[in-house]
């Protein structure tokens, strides 16, 4: 592309290191920044970065937050003794959005995978091992990916607790709402029928 | 959303109010620079700024530069006498990008439309005017969207300048290379044959 401008070039190059985002979008995204008169490019930018500088891990949970504790962990209201297991920050908020969970959570910062180089070392798994003597765990519900890697990670936690009473669980696997049995993979609706639950006609 | 940052959610608010943008992909791209650790978001932060701060319109053809002159105008080599009159600055861009245009250019900052609230006075038709009196120009090459509104601005421009000995041309219309005949609608299909060209067998 011809630019007139380098530093309209240079900030094309820099939206279009987002992920997602190509060179022809972040074109016109930058355009669209260029002629807005309401200085929208200085709220992004300040937006931006604090994303760098202001955000940290909560030093309980691994979660991202505002404050050392997140607001989930410092909240009294909810419950103790059952932490959700969850892979990164995204799956709190999907969690959180469905309004089913009331205890606390756990992020990992990811799942055992040999393949990208990634160890039980580089997760959070020590600092869910002292949560665990610290607090007074009775169960570990694992909402983590049902992938390879996902089940992998499971696995090595479980192993790590089987001396404990500590119940773990993992969330139901199936076939989602509205999805056509049709279009489900083998795996799952195998895993479906296998785990399938009592069904009884409420009154 | 259950953001537990406020931080987070105000990077995801700010980058959701470019076009195009939603909040899931905004957020999606959020926690991509929280998770970054090359301070990526910084980089951006530093270029957008300079958006608003650095650009500024080019004195002579109005065109995005980041000097008080744009290249184009203050090169040496482009051919003088010719002006191609666009819309946006995308539309150098674009005609720039073909290779095949070596004048310069004179953008207008957007098209005639009483419906947008848009009059011939928003636009940089009188710096145009302005442009025609001071430099020796012989033609200009209308490259504007053939749309009702770019129609307008053509026609108000070509009238400006009925009494004068400039020659005005638009860029040819017709079926796109590559398109299909089935698919062109019945008015660009109309105009291709009523404005046919002779073809040659070249020896």
């Known amino acids: 592309m011809n630019f007139s401008s380098k530093i309209l070039e240079d900030a094309v190059d820099a939206l279009a290191s987002l992920p997602g985002i190509g060179r022809k979008t972040a074109l016109r995204l930058a355009l669209h920044l260029v002629q807005d008169n309401t200085n929208k490019a200085q709220r992004i930018s300040a937006a931006l970065t604090r994303l760098n500088t202001d955000i940290r891990k909560c030093r309980v949970c691994n979660n991202i937050s505002d404050h050392d504790t997140c607001n989930i962990c410092s909240s009294t209201s909810r419950k103790s003794g059952v932490l959700c297991i969850v892979e990164n920050a995204r799956d709190v908020m999907a969690i959180e959005d469905t309004n089913q969970f009331s205890g606390r959570y756990h992020v990992l910062g990811g799942v055992i995978s040999p393949l990208d180089g990634v160890g039980p070392g580089d997760l959070s798994i020590d600092q869910l091992m002292n949560r665990i003597q610290n607090e007074s765990i009775s169960e570990l519900i694992m909402a983590i990916s049902p992938t390879i890697e996902g089940e992998t990670t ?50």
Do not use: M, N
């Open 154 to 203: 499971i696995y090595y936690i479980s192993k790590l607790l089987k001396d404990s009473d500590i119940k773990i669980s993992v969330i139901a696997r199936g076939v989602a709402f509205g999805g056509d049995l049709e279009y489900a993979d083998e795996l799952t609706l195998g895993r479906s029928i296998a785990s399938r639950i009592p069904y009884s006609v409420q009154s």
